[in-house]
């Protein structure tokens, strides 16, 4: 199940996620989503620009949701995301799919999902592009998805108050609220991610939801390592590490 240029990491839950040994890898990025997002309950939740299934292997350990599905562009990489899910017996409850952002209504139908997940690519296409088909180059920049189109297709696929949560950068804040809004997906919640306290931010992490109400929450700042440079308590609870 496990091909030669792959590897096989522990998520330390009882899962395990095949990655490429030199391709793009998770990183904190899509932990902190899963862990963001595992609070609001769900009977079907949609992962969009999956990748290697790591978001949904996530919040099947983290949630007791039956239905995840995870939706990847590159043919490789979610067949790679299906073999994860079906190495850690998870195929009754999560469903991956190789397909375009864009044509997801018409993969899935619209109004069908309480939940959706994204971490997408954070860079505006042509910024510091090297290879506009590269596996890193796709994960990275907006070369097969915009901003714009995840919300835009986000909004067709959500019922009616269900949630939205979504990982960037946070010099893409005015982009996301303004896009966010545009598609009748009113900004929650919004917790900035800093490596070290006296640091700038550099993740966001916003809840939206549909047809909600003007409300914005403002959470306490999240930092990733402490004074000592090792990783803080929250982060900890957050991998599991500590309970």
Do not use: W
Not at 2 to 29: R, S
Request: glycine share 8%; hydrophobic share 35%; proline share 4%.
């Amino acid at each position: 199940m496990i091909e030669d240029n792959e590897v096989l990491d522990d998520l330390q839950n009882g899962y395990y996620i095949i990655q490429k040994e030199n391709g793009f890898k998770f990183g904190v990025d899509a932990v902190l989503l899963s862990d963001f997002a595992a609070c609001a309950r769900s009977k079907s939740t949609l992962d969009l620009c999956t990748g290697t299934g790591i978001v949904p292997i996530l919040l099947a350990a983290k949630t007791d949701t039956q239905n995840i599905c995870g939706l990847e562009i590159q043919s490789d990489i979610a067949e790679m995301a299906q073999r994860s899910v079906e190495y850690n017996k998870l195929t009754s409850r999560v469903h991956i799919t190789c397909g375009d952002l864009k044509n997801a209504p018409e993969i899935y139908g619209r109004s069908v999902f309480d939940k959706i997940t994204v971490n997408p690519p954070y860079m505006k296409g042509g910024a510091g592009l090297q290879n506009s088909t590269d596996t890193k180059s796709i994960s990275r920049h907006e070369v097969l998805c915009t901003l714009d189109d995840v919300l835009r297709v986000s909004a067709q696929l959500l019922i009616s108050k269900a949630r939205f949560f979504m990982v960037h950068r946070p010099s893409r804040l005015a982009d996301i609220m303004c896009t966010m809004r545009r598609y009748n997906i009113e900004p929650k919640r919004l917790r900035f991610v800093h490596p070290s306290d006296g640091k700038a931010p550099n993740l966001l992490l916003v809840e939206g939801m549909k047809d909600g109400g003007e409300e914005l929450k403002i959470m306490p700042p999240l930092y990733v390592h402490n004074a000592e440079g090792g990783y803080t308590e929250e982060i900890d609870r957050i991998y599991g590490r500590i309970k």
